[in-house]
């Protein structure tokens, strides 16, 4: 795997797709940052490095809930263990090279939500909606599960153009766009007309295939390869007792093993359960538990407080951090407190007439919700950290090169390099 600062994005070069003309949509000198008026008017998307935070912020402004994009390291079957689960799909980054058709089923089968890239740049946006769509327990949000209802009975390539034509997805998507995103893009255009024009095939230089995303994603008992520049979805096979990603993980280690060593950067990224969720449902049951052993310790024994462990100097070594009630802070409402339930264990120890042992078991549980709420201060940290990381990616530093490279001009750097370079 490539490192983050290596990774390369999705160049349109190649890549058989269906193209807008691009218009001229801005209104001033094109050296300047990309506005936010330039990004709606602009009608094309924007390329989006393979970047787990940018993904996340992505996946939240669509309003999908529940969902955390993280890195797959390696394919061993001993990091594949250690991720999250459910898995709900896997991002594939690879340089792209057609495939035979004959692999792909003839129709979209009734059941997928596939939809066919048919805009450049574009595939990350298409890559997430393939996977998330087909994924019923999760919530979409108002907007995509909108759009999913909409684009039920359409073929991969009209819902291809519907995301080409959502503006709540293109907007997000192209939240990240900077100028030189733009001014690239549609150069790439008119460099691919011109290469048309003069009767040059597109897709004849193997070497100037584009990086482009794909995914994999289990539906109904089978693993789907979900390539948005086939025409359909393609059957990797069924699926049983076996983990999925498992299964799936030797597919993508065949294609990564059909490029030469060193010449190509892969990324992979799994789309999995966020363990916030987990985290609060268990700490919810956690604060339910301690509750019901104090309940039952005050029946039991009024003034059990006392055998509580002391300081030092004798004083009550009271937890005063601990939640006894909802946690804003923690997200944690009345509600899912009310909700939680206990578990067998602790139904057999509530029934115990032993004061001292109900304690410990309480002690325990006091230990346990400290290092939960580490974990859940750990995912807001997290959390946090993309969304700075995703602020400072939008943030277009286009202006601040520009002008940095007309001072080195002024006092003769760039000249100097020039002139360095001639000489060797």
Known sequence: MAERSKRRRLANANCPLSEKPISNVFSYNPSRPATADDRIRWPGFCEIESDPAFFNVMLRDFGVDGVRVQEVISLD????????????????????????????????????????????NACASVALLNIVNNVPELNLGDHLQQFKNFTADFTPALRGDAIANFEFVKSIHNSF?????????????????????????????????GFHFIAFVPV???VW??????????????????????????????????????????A???????????LIAALAENVKSILSISER???????????????????????????????????????????????????????????EDLVKSRQEL????????????EEARTIQTD???????????????????QVLERIGKIQAVLDSEGDQ
């Open 387 to 405: 969304s700075e990381r995703v602020a400072s990616r939008r943030n277009d530093q286009g202006l601040l090169a520009r002008g940095l490279l």
């Open 297 to 355: 310790l005050n029946h039991l024994k009024p003034d059990w407080r006392d055998l509580l462990p002391s300081n030092s100097d004798g004083s009550s070594a009271a937890n005063h951090d601990t939640l006894f009630g909802p946690c804003e802070h923690c997200e944690l409402p009345q509600e899912a407190i009310d909700q939680a339930k206990l578990s067998t264990a602790l139904a057999v120890k509530l029934k115990s007439d032993l004061a």
């Open 77 to 120: 079957q001993d990091m594949l263990a250690c991720l999250p689960r459910p898995v709900y799909g896997l991002v594939f980054l690879f340089k792209w090279r057609e495939e035979d058709i004959d692999k792909q089923e003839a129709s979209c089968p009734k059941g997928i939500w596939f939809a066919n890239q048919t805009i450049n």
């Open 225 to 266: 390869k979900l390539d948005g520049l086939q025409r359909q979805p393609e059957d990797l096979g069924s699926i049983t007792n076996e983990d999925w990603v498992d299964y799936v993980a030797p597919e993508i280690q065949s294609r990564m093993a059909e490029y030469e060593e060193g010449q190509i950067d892969f």
């Open 177 to 209: 766009a900077r100028k030189m995103d733009m001014l690239n893009a549609d150069l790439q255009l008119k460099n691919d007309a011109f290469s048309r024009k003069k009767g040059k095939a597109k897709g004849s230089d193997e070497d100037d295939a």
């Open 220 to 222: 109904r008992g089978k």
């Open 268 to 278: 992979i990224l799994a789309l999995v359960k966020e363990p916030k969720a987990n």
């Open 366 to 377: 006091i230990t346990a919700q400290a290092s939960l709420r580490a974990s859940l201060g």
